[in-house]
């Protein structure tokens, strides 16, 4: 499974000070090794914090190409064909959030850019 290849992601995931995450690649990217790393993240927040609502993320579409809609979409479609749980599924839903360029009103402390 790709998760246990991203040894470094749980360093990350357990942080809470971590609140952005930069997803930088493209929209060619979507299909690739960079969304199944942020889903991985993601997921390791999510069992980390045991699915508390604080424990999500804003998450910054860095390239024009990609809207947070479709960043977000792709990454429940990979949630829903990995058959990851409905808790899981929600949680990226209802406790992230997805935004197309830097947020001004959020003090950035921690950030990890995929």
Known sequence: MYMEKCKDIKQYACQPQLCVVFYSCGIMDIHGA????????LYQRFRLFN?????????????????PAMLESRLIELAHNSKMKFDFIDWIEQCNCF????????KIESCYEI
Do not use: F, T, Y
């Not at 960079?34 to 993240?41: F, G, M, N, P, V």
């Not at 699915?51 to 809207?67: C, E, F, H, R, Y």
């Not at 935004?99 to 959020?106: A, E, G, H, L, N």
């Open 34 to 41: 960079s969304i199944w790393k942020l889903l991985a993240l």
């Open 99 to 106: 935004c197309d360029k830097k947020p001004r009103s959020i």
């Open 51 to 67: 699915n508390g609502s604080k424990s999500g993320l804003v998450i910054v579409a860095d390239k024009l190409q990609l809207s």
